[in-house]
Structure formats: structure tokens, C-alpha cells
DNA sequence: ATGGCTTCATAGTGAAGA
């Protein structure tokens, strides 16, 4: 089973993209992030002539999360449970026995910024929720935008983005309180190449100079990582014209 | 490396992303 994970940056956009991915990586599971449509202007007919099944929560302009299965997907919700959020960066489904949770974390702006307190407060509710999911789901996948490095060897200049938001010790500990919860960041099981990234901001040559940071994540529960037989980053959809910023992140898993 | 893109909502520029 391969599930992969993708922040689209405006899926109207990257529509051609997202169904060029399909054809190549042929996924199990696609979860998207930051589709940016709302609900009435999802490109449904367009997934559905791929092959694929679709749900989706969207709102205008910002967020947007959506999931893409070739099996139909079960025990649809949407949001955290519990937190009446009207942004839109939750959905999950049951995919042939696994619970795979699709999330676009908060970004933050600053760690001064009033958004660096929804994005922090964000995180506590998710931990709970996801505390839940792993109680019901022992096969679970949260793969999304984490909008957090959780480690020095994430970020392409530890020294220069100390303390700033992405990389702050308050989002780490977040990070490290969901892998608490018995969760397992799937890249780091396996080897990979040093200064691997995940995002690259879109000015000053920054994918060209790889000034990136790991900051799309999958992470799995013990039962899921039994059975992990690769993690990886598919960078070179960053070449491609009018990218992402984000490039997406795939594992297989033996179920 | 403190903005130098890119997107969206607009109809000029401004917000937001990370």
C-alpha cells in the first residue's frame, strides 16, 4: 500500500500536476493540502476520470485538505474532534484498514504572532484527537504539512533559524509530543540522503541552493511501522514548472 | 537570507505562506 502526502499550493493550479502524479506514483492514498477551493469548486469529475475516489474540505482562498483513494474511502470526518476550527485543515478516512489522517498544521507566522498561539494551541487538540484515533485505529497514518523541522538535520541552516517559527523549541516539543503518543516519523526509519528537504521557499534561488526544510511529515504507529518499507521525498516535482513549494512525501507500506 | 516568489481576491495593492 503506498500512501503519499502532498501541499499543493493552490490545487486549481496544480491540478495537472496532482493528476500527472497519479499516473507516475499510481498511490493507494494521495493527501493533499492547501487545494485552496471551495467545496462547490472541487475538480471532482476530473479525479474520478483518473480513477480515483475523492473527499474533500475546502474553504476560499486559504487551507483545503483533501484525500485521494483508488478503494472508496470509509468513516469520512472532517476537523478535529471536539473544536469547531473554521479553518478547514482536517480530514480522515479508513482506506482498507488503515486510518489515514490528512492535516495541514497551522504555519505560525512568527513566534510572536497571534497565530503562533492558534498554531500551538492547534497542535494540543490535535494531540488529543490523534490520542483517540490511536486508541480506535491501531493501523494509523497522520501525513500532512506539519509546518515544524523536528530536528537540526531538517533545516539548512540550524544556526539561522533558531528560535524562529518552524523550528521554535515550542513547535519541537509539540512535534515530539505527538511522536509520544506512539507515532514514528517514517523518513527517519530509513537511510537518506543528507539535507533532504521537503520545502523550499520560492525566492532567492532557494531550491536551487537547497535552503530547504523538512517540514511534510508521515508519521505511523508502531503497527504500521512493522511493516514500512521505505519512506521518500519525490523532489524532483520541484523542477517541474510552476511547482509547489512543497515537494510531496511517499511510503509503502506491506499490508 | 529579512526579500528578492507565488497564490488569491481584486481591479491597486495587500495578505498570506514558510
Not at 475546502?58 to 476537523?79: C, D, H, R, W
Not at 540522503?193 to 530547504?212: C, H, I, P, Q, V
Amino acid at each position: 500500500m503506498k500512501l503519499a502526502t502532498w501541499n499543493v499550493n493552490s490545487l486549481k493550479v496544480r491540478l495537472p500536476q496532482v493528476l500527472d502524479f497519479l499516473a507516475v506514483h499510481k498511490p493507494d492514498v494521495l493527501c493533499l493540502q492547501e487545494t485552496k477551493l471551495e467545496d462547490d469548486k472541487f475538480p471532482v469529475l476530473d479525479i474520478l476520470s483518473a480513477g480515483y475516489q475523492v473527499v474533500f474540505s475546502g474553504q476560499k482562498t486559504y487551507n483545503g485538505v483533501a484525500i485521494l483513494s483508488l478503494q472508496a474511502p470509509q468513516e469520512v470526518t472532517m476537523g478535529i474532534a471536539d473544536f469547531d476550527d473554521p479553518q478547514k485543515r482536517v480530514i480522515a478516512v479508513l482506506i482498507n484498514g488503515v486510518r489515514v489522517v490528512c492535516v495541514y498544521i497551522p504555519n505560525g507566522e512568527s513566534v510572536t504572532s497571534e497565530k503562533y498561539g492558534y498554531k500551538l494551541d492547534w497542535l494540543r487538540r490535535l494531540n488529543s484527537c490523534l490520542k483517540m484515533e490511536l486508541e480506535k485505529y491501531p493501523r494509523l497514518a497522520i501525513l500532512g504539512d506539519y509546518n515544524i523541522a523536528p530536528e537540526d538535520r531538517d533545516v539548512h541552516d540550524p544556526k539561522y533559524w533558531e528560535g524562529k517559527v518552524l523550528f521554535s523549541e515550542r513547535e519541537k516539543a509539540a512535534f515530539n509530543e505527538l511522536v509520544a503518543l506512539g507515532l514514528c516519523d517514517s523518513f527517519r526509519l530509513f537511510e537518506q540522503a543528507e539535507k533532504s528537504y521537503t520545502w523550499w521557499d520560492y525566492r532567492m534561488n532557494g531550491f536551487k541552493r537547497n535552503l530547504g526544510l523538512r517540514i511534510d511529515h508521515i508519521l505511523l504507529s508502531a503497527e504500521l511501522v512493522k511493516n514500512c518499507k521505505s519512506c521518500s521525498i519525490d523532489r524532483d516535482r520541484r523542477t517541474h514548472d510552476r511547482p509547489s513549494d512543497h515537494a510531496p512525501v511517499m511510503v509503502e507500506i506491506e499490508i
